[in-house]
């Protein structure tokens, strides 16, 4: 696998954003975020930090014209985090006048992950969908499909594309290919141009919030869509790439791993035990803290709090500068984090609960 | 492309039927033949030369045992002589006791011949189905199903068993693969399986009648069963293989050239016009006619007669002695064969005008 390969199942990973971003053509997110006039938190930290085409999605929001969302999720163990970060986003751009469509990949999972299509289903609701409308996404303007139910047009779709695609230029974006990839990757590509279809009101520009190491099949459908151009008159989709969380541990986080992550249906005493066992940037003794200061890149309980729990970026950047400074110990910036977490978990899972029964909403 | 490789999407045919047989280890049907009650008339004269497991399902037709049998059809042009081949094979097995499955490849016509989901709707109703019916298929246990629309079970075969086969396997079946026909195969995979998922009633036995060119999907159907197996239990499915009808001017029989074929709507005046051009293998002269008598394999109007409008054995074996003998010369049997076309399309389209109305019985 050379090294113009980004694997989009993960068995590699991003070692360097700034360099990804250089060799593959994604632009700084930092040019465009003035055009819109509430950029999400994620934007003014620059944990969501390159785009593709953002300003066609800048001028929508702007103009207050038609524009799609699209994101895909892969209904498998817990909601946590991790999964919060794309959640989030979903949630802004509704309020920001996009039509939002979440497909969710069970054919997928039950293919890579032996995991039946009614256990997809069951967690894609349980976990996904009723922790999407705690945290604020309204059934107004929300398509929630399943890609083994998905309309005849999208199914059409998938296939029809497989036509426009060489193996060739497969291989050369994703490394070696094997047929159940190539059936992924044409899947995906349809679940992002979908809601561009006639019979959806498209086409219309639409934004696919996504980690780096998707941008394969953002490349890929952005150059398929000239080809269809005459069939379909397809907008060229629009992407952002958000960095991704580190587990609590330091390394990936992983749905196999309880310990690298805090779910939105943990316990607060899990979560705060969690927090109380997280890696830090703090140095090795109180005395060297203070005199060095935290390595803050480093610092999982940190990038929670920059990631979820403090919307204000003054109050974020306080708590940044003194603990950078010496200023502030581990310890007392875990405190800070559990206080938040544990607030934010009460108010959330008293949400979900109060949601729980507005699923079917979604589901016609 | 070597040798090994049969290409299921026509361009280039089958030389040799024995060798083919012999090469691919298929079986000869002449062997089995004797194993069910009421052979049909294109198993009796070697026009259905060949099998993989028929065995299974002769045994199914004597204990009077579950089966099904599947057939896809590609809705495009007009439903001709060629097409009946299958029809006919169709209606037998039906007869025979088996549930029957049609899959309308609408997805594929689309991709491959740009007809638009509707159009290949249309034709497949009214040149497919409602001919189908006409020749005798009835609603009772049959499926009438379209690629574009089929059930979830179904969609979602296609993309599970994508995991079970590799891109070097695929390859070496067919040659070099682009991702439109992979897609195809894997597709034409779960349509051949489709009738065994629980949801179907399945495992059972299942025949799928086909022309020799279509031996790889049927080799890669039976390979890709045994790696399958813990999850669905499917049997390997039985497959016939039958000789193809030559064009009424000697060659291939084209969808593209109406003069190659005679379509079951044709007026009876076009087809006899058609029968009249046909090539023969008859003498250049009535002299070496009477002397040599015809090279009946070349003799298009002999295999229309022996493929669909004789019957009975006997009559059709005189005609072929006379007729090699140099004792009928090739006017007397374009007589033959128009006098039968006239009452086969005169009964056929009183038919079908009768049963048009019966086509929703069989869409819902």
Redesign the interface.
Known sequence: MGTDIIDPWGATGIKDYQQTMEQFGIEPLADVIDQIPQPHRLMRRSIILGHRDFGRIAKAIRNDSDFALLTGLMPSGKFHFGHKLVADQIVYYQQQGAEVYVCVAD?EV???RQVS?EEARDIAIDQYLTNYIALGLKPENCHFYFQ??GP?DY??LS??L??K???NE?EAIYGD????K??SI??QIADILYPQMKSEGGPRPTITPVGFDQDPHARLTRDVVSRVQSNYGFIKPSFTFHKFMRGLKGGKMSSSDPQSYIALTDSVQEALDKIDQAKTGGRDTAEEQREKGAVIEEDTVFEMLAYHLIEDDQELKEIQERYTAGDMLSGELKQICKDKMRKFLARHQQQRAEVEDRVDEFLN
């Open positions: 054919v039950h293919n890579t299509i083994s139910e005849r199914q059409v296939k029809l497989a036509d695609i060489t193996l497969m290919l094997e047929p159940g190539i059936i044409l899947t």
